[in-house]
């Protein structure tokens, strides 16, 4: 599964729904269009805390770094060029020197190693840390049948879980530390539209619970947004619970890192990301309350409408952690991009489109600088954008990571690959560090587990 580093790509799909639907839109209300609502959010905090449970390491290997930041950066190749730092990187990190691999994506961090689908592109899972010298080192391999598995997780030093995609309905659990398989979980009671296949798209961690979004096996998706939840100590399946659709709009999940999803009074958010189709149905922050596994239907946190209630084309964010016990932060797209509207106005409607005009328009789509990062009340259901960080791609790439109670996250633009350095309690944000030589990937602490 080859990422790629500024933008993502949606299904062919969903790309046509988006379009025609932005269009009409576009056509039945320029004028509403022609705003550019680029309403404020902005976040203070008296009492952050950011660290997404960095348990320490009771046994640290001596011969392993404990410490540090894993770079990694996209070629024009689309491999991966990856760079270990030993401290915080100021100034410029420069990958041209780094380990090229095929694919480097880690999916969990625990005890100073990272976890992820193997950089050679082989079948199965690796563990990777960094050695003594600074190297990246392979520690070992967890073997799956379907190469195109994904997603895997680790809570603690004793449990982690995996899906092969070769077998959909079984949640693997293994041993973090000896990568030995000591069970399965049986999903198959897991309500899935359609009777069909599902792939688990993250493994979200509460307690010994651990909740699972799906998405068809082959990549469609699902007109309401889907989790699956098991039990970790019984090994067994739990039960579902879902964010109904309107059985027409379909509605998406990204596979956002980490986990620093719980708040200050236990409550798990997860997101989706709504329906890219403009056909209304925004992207939602779903609440797990403390104490219950179904989401709330009466919290209908809708960021992107928040930020922008005229932002019908593609009222959508992603990348949410919970920064403290009531502010999480997300990449919230803003506006819709004034220059799509023209070419369509231009061309008197979605119908009248050229084979080159929609070429147009597509990239405009996932490449307008349309976003913003900011900060999300989540009990007043606020949305206020972080001054200093340039506007990004609602799409574009790169993880969030955590160092010293404040929250790095990134911004791959048309002009820089940078990461930014917000401080939750200050509410001030300044530039962290460049990357260059590759395009942005993610930064990965190794000193926090995620």
């Given at each position: 599964m080859k990422q790629t580093f500024k933008h993502i790509s949606l299904p062919w799909n969903i790309i046509a729904m988006l379009l025609l639907v932005f269009m009409l839109g576009a056509c039945d209300s320029s004028d509403d269009d022609n705003q550019d609502p680029n309403a404020g959010m902005g976040m203070t905090d008296d009492d952050p805390d950011?660290?997404?449970?960095?348990?320490?390491?009771?046994?640290?290997?001596?011969?392993?770094?404990?410490?540090?930041?894993?770079?990694?950066?996209?070629?024009?190749?689309?491999?991966?060029?990856?760079?270990?730092?030993?401290?915080?990187?100021?100034?410029?990190v420069d990958l041209s020197d780094?380990?090229?691999?095929?694919?480097?994506?880690?999916?969990?961090i625990f005890d100073n190693a990272m976890y992820l689908p193997r950089p050679d592109e082989a079948s199965g899972f690796s563990k990777y840390v960094v050695n003594a010298d600074g190297e990246l080192a392979e520690e070992g391999i967890i073997p799956t049948l379907d190469a195109s598995s994904f997603r895997i997780a680790v809570r603690d030093a004793q449990t982690g879980i995996f899906q092969d995609r070769a077998t959909p309905n079984l949640i693997s659990v293994f041993n973090p530390e000896t990568l030995q398989v000591t069970g399965t979980i049986d999903m198959s009671a897991g309500f899935v539209p359609g009777d069909v296949d599902q792939r688990y798209q993250r493994f979200i961690f509460r307690g010994d619970d651990v909740f699972a979004p799906i998405r068809e096996n082959g990549g469609d998706i699902f007109t309401s947004f889907i989790l699956h939840q098991a039990n970790l100590t019984s090994g067994s399946f739990v039960g579902d619970t879902q964010r109904d659709g309107n059985g027409v709009s379909e509605i998406l999940t990204f596979n956002n890192f980490g986990q620093s999803l719980i708040d200050g009074a236990g409550n798990l958010y997860i997101a989706d990301a709504g329906s890219t189709d403009g056909s209304g149905l925004p992207a939602r922050l779903n609440r797990i309350n403390a104490g219950t596994n179904e989401i709330d239907p009466t919290y209908t946190f809708e960021p992107a409408l928040v930020l922008n209630p005229m932002n019908i084309f593609l009222p959508t964010f992603n990348a949410v952690n919970v920064i403290s016990d009531t502010q999480a932060i997300a990449r919230v797209n803003a506006t819709t991009p004034q220059a799509a509207v023209d070419i369509v106005l231009a061309a008197g409607g979605v119908q009248n489109l050229s084979p080159e005009e929609i070429q147009q328009v597509f990239a405009i789509l996932f490449s307008a600088e349309s976003a913003r990062w900011c900060v999300l009340d989540l009990d007043a259901q606020t949305v206020t954008p972080i001054a200093g960080i340039p506007a990004v791609g609602v799409f574009s790439g790169g993880t969030n990571f955590f160092f010293e109670g404040d929250v790095f996250v990134p911004?791959?633009?048309?002009?820089?690959?940078?990461?930014?350095?917000?401080?939750?309690?200050s509410g001030m944000a300044t530039k962290a560090f460049d990357i260059t030589g590759a395009d942005l990937l993610g930064v990965f602490n190794i000193g926090n587990n995620n």
């Open positions: 950011p660290d997404p449970d960095p348990d320490p390491d009771p046994d640290p290997d001596p011969d392993n770094q404990t410490s540090g930041f894993v770079v990694v950066g996209t070629t024009a190749s689309e491999t991966a060029l990856v760079k270990y730092v030993e401290t915080l990187p100021t100034g410029m780094g380990t090229d691999f095929a694919r480097f994506f880690p999916t969990s911004v791959a633009t048309t002009t820089e690959n940078a990461y930014y350095r917000y401080n939750p309690a």
